[in-house]
Every structure is written in C-alpha cells, then in structure tokens.
C-alpha cells in the first residue's frame, strides 16, 4: 500500500519537477526582452538631447544673427553721421567707434558659423541616431516575436504536463496530496520525496537511522527525512 502510493508520488514528483523547470523557463524568456527594451530607451533618450541640442543651436544662431542685424545697423547709422562730421578729432573718434562695431561684428560672424558647424554636426549625428532605433526597433520586434513563440510553446507542453498532473494527483490517497504539497512548497527544487541510499537521504544528504531504514523495509508507514522532511524511500 505504501509502496504503491510511493510510486505515484514518485511520478507526481517527475511531473512538478518538469513543470517547475518550464515556469523557470517562461519566466526567464520575456528577461531577453528587457535587455531590448532598454536598449530602445537608451536610443530614444539620446535622440531626445541630440533634437534638443539641435534646437538649442539653432535659437543660439537666431540670437546671434540678430545681435549681427543690430551691429550692421549701427554702422549704417555711424556711416551717416560720418557724413556730417566737421572736425578731425570727432571723425577719427566715429572712425574708431566703427571699427569696434566691425570687429564686433566678426566675433559674431565666427560665433555663428562655430554654431553652424555644431548644427550641422548634430543633425548628422541625429540621423545616425534615428537609424540606430529603427534597428534597434526591429530587432526589438523580432526578439518579441521570438520570446512569444518560445512561451507559447513552453505553455503547450505546460498544459500538457498540468492535464498529466491532475491525472496523477486523483490517484494519490487522499491525506498523501496535503503532505505532498506541504513539501514541495518548501524546498527549492520542487521534490518532496528522496531516495535513500547507503543509507543517506538524497534530499538533503543526511543519514537516515538504521531503525528507520527498518521501518521503510517494513513499508507500513511513510517515512520522513529528520532533516529535509522529504518523504523516504528505499
Ligand atoms: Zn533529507
């Protein structure tokens, strides 16, 4: 009797090791997604501040050509009043005044094609950016594609094993099933029978007494391991 409920909890045990390895599978596949994922973040941030540089640049120029409108406004007006000077002293103090305004007017020249190169360095590099996430996207996609056809085919053989599992479970005496579960809810690898050889518990590698290994010859009663609580068997 006890041997024979042995057996199908032997074969219980075969099945929730299978299945408890198949959850770890389908709970570790979408992880590869996650590297994806967090690739795609990282592309999309970079290309944010790359299109943010790029607009910064662009108001700095907008800025600057304006100061540059201004300061050749100025000479217009100081060549005018050039027109009208009378005496040497004024003249030559206007003439200096423009040539400040003029070199003025060159600093900001080189400042603005300074913030046209950049410009345009930024907008080849947010290209490139834009590309690297169409890639990234793709493969994004295909990894997706991938991860659900491999969970979908571990909850194929799941269902399986889940049917298979109830079947097993509905010969198991009743009493045996709590024990059973109370077990494998506690140990890592899902087993709550050990075999016992040379007479050490496999589950935990304990010895097992010689007077219990008398009473699972006897087969009257189940048998627990002292140390792992595993159910024994010979
Ligand atoms: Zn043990």
Redesign the pocket.
């Known amino acids: 009797m006890i041997n024979d409920t042995i057996k199908v909890l032997t074969d219980l045990q075969e099945i929730d090791v299978k299945i408890h390895a198949l959850e770890e599978e389908k709970r570790k596949k979408p992880l590869v997604l996650e590297e994806e994922d967090k690739a795609v973040t990282i592309l999309k941030e970079k290309l944010a501040s790359l299109q943010s540089s790029h607009k910064d640049s662009r108001k700095e120029i907008d800025q600057k050509e304006l100061f540059l409108k201004e300061k050749e406004d100025k000479v217009l007006k100081l060549n005018v009043q050039l027109n009208t000077i009378k005496t040497n002293k004024e003249y030559s103090t206007l003439q200096h005044e423009i040539s400040g305004v003029k070199a003025d007017m060159s600093v900001l020249e080189d400042e603005i094609l300074g913030f046209f190169s950049r410009a345009e360095q930024i907008q080849k590099d947010t290209e490139s950016a834009q590309k690297e996430l169409e890639v990234a996207l793709k493969k994004r996609d295909e990894v997706a594609k991938e991860v659900n056809a491999a969970v979908a085919e571990v909850d194929k053989a799941l269902g399986e094993l889940y049917v298979k599992r109830s079947e097993f479970a509905e010969k198991v005496p009743s009493g045996f099933m709590t024990i059973y579960e109370k077990i494998i809810a506690h140990t890592v690898n899902k087993t709550a029978l050990?075999q016992v050889i040379e007479e050490v518990?496999q589950?935990?590698f304990?010895d097992v007494s010689p007077q219990e290994i008398n009473e699972l010859m006897r087969g009257k009663d189940i048998i627990r391991?002292r140390?792992?609580s595993?159910i024994l068997y010979l």
């Open positions: 050990a518990c589950g935990c304990m391991c140390s792992c595993r």
